[in-house]
Structure formats: C-alpha cells, structure tokens
C-alpha cells in the first residue's frame, strides 16, 4: 500500500482480519490487537481498515455509549436516530448486512467502564459480524475479568517491537531520499525500545540532518555524536 510501510505489525492484521473473515461461523468473531504505545498497532490497523474496507472508530475517554454509537455510525455515513437502542440496532442491521469489520481503536477506554464493553458485545453478539479491538499491553489482562467479551475472543495478535527489516521499510516514508547505513539503522532500532514511532522519527530527523548537510549516504562514524531520540526525557539544565 503506497504511503505504509509494510512491517511485520501490517502482515500480523492483515493474518488476523482474514483468519476473522474466514472463520467457521459457529466460532468466536473477535481479536484483540495489544502491545505498547509506539509500537504501529494504529497506523497498521488502518492500513488494513483501507484495504477490506472496514470501518474504524478511536474511541475517546470522555466518550459515553451514545456518543460512541454516534461515531460509528457517522463513520457508517449512517443518520444517527437519537436513542441509544435504536442506534444500536442501526450499527447491527448495516454491519450485518454488509460483513465489514469493526475497528475500536484505544479500546482501553472502553475496558475501564462495564457498560461500554457491555455495548461492544452487543453489537457483536447483533450483528454477528467480525470486531477488532485495540489497545495497550495490558489489554488481554484486564479483559479476563470480563468473561462474556473475553469468551468471545478468536485470536490474541501481539504487537511486536520494530524490527531491523522494519526499520528498512520505514527508511523507505520516512528517509526516501538518503541511504542509512545499516551499523547506524541497527543503533536507531536498538534505541527504540521497541517502538515503531521512534525509529520513524528518527529517521525523519536523520534525513533532516543529511538535507541540510548534503549528505546521499549516512553511516553511524558519519551521524556521530548528533542526538537521537531515545525516550528519555532531555536533561534539564540548572543555572549557577
């Protein structure tokens, strides 16, 4: 797909969402993306989102059922009908209808709140359509304590941290223009922590660099002893 890098976090939804779509129909219809912030799960499950034509909501904090029904169903280009009932059953008739998978992104949100997993459920136990749910690492844990939606999980997808190979595929969005040589892309991984997002900016930041420099080709003696985004918050200088 133009415009996404294709790491291992794409190929991973990309396996999960077929094996939802193709699954015997007398099983379970819902997966669970989890892994720490940073790490692409976002950007991975819109890219799939695009490609089958799923639709894809964030869910917010400050979010209540109703609202989150609202946005499905804006996202659906559906007219919201005003109760939370009725809008409910409009999300189940057209995900029934058309059997295109629901996105909840930041599904965290919806974990710390009884009713809005409840409301989850509801659309899939009515629609009986496929639901992906995303969400940090803790997501598995803390959705065993709700049994009816934990029940209802086909498949577990674990995000994994950013790759060498990943790392080479994002050279191609984020530093197009320039050649990094591997000891220096190797360091950029290494001081990712694992995270998509970091060595994406890194990268942007090195290409940055080798536009105001002139540089084609950046090597690891090249970059020196310039900074590199590693997570950790800058030091603060104290005056005299």
């Not at 970091?198 to 002893?225: K, P």
């Amino acid at each position: 797909m133009a415009g996404t890098a294709q790491i291992q976090n794409l190929e991973l939804v990309r396996i999960a969402a077929s094996r939802l779509q193709d699954r015997n129909k007398n099983l379970p219809g819902i997966a669970v993306l989890y892994g720490p912030a940073g790490y692409g799960k976002t950007v991975a499950a819109l890219a799939v989102a695009q490609e089958n034509r799923s639709h894809f909501v964030q869910l917010r904090s400050a979010w209540t059922r109703k609202t989150l029904l609202e946005k499905i169903l804006e996202e659906m280009s559906i007219a919201p009908s005003g109760t939370i009932s009725t809008m409910l059953d409009q999300v189940c008739r057209e995900l029934a209808a058309n059997d295109r998978m629901l996105i909840i992104d930041e599904a965290d949100h919806a974990v710390r709140s009884r009713s809005m997993l409840e409301l989850l459920r509801d659309i899939y136990e009515g629609s009986q359509a496929t639901l992906m749910i995303i969400g940090e690492e803790k997501l598995p844990t803390n959705l065993e304590k709700h049994e009816r939606f934990h029940s209802r999980v086909l498949t577990w997808i674990p995000a994994q941290a950013v790759s060498l190979a990943d790392a080479r595929e994002l050279t191609r969005i984020y530093a197009p223009e320039i050649e990094v040589g591997d000891c220096l892309l190797k360091h950029i991984v290494d001081i990712a922590q694992g995270s998509v997002r970091r060595v994406s900016v890194n990268l942007s930041n090195v290409q940055e660099v080798a536009n105001q420099e002139g540089w084609s080709h950046v090597t690891d003696a090249l970059w020196a002893t310039r900074p590199l985004n590693t997570g950790k918050s800058p030091a603060v200088r104290r005056g005299k």
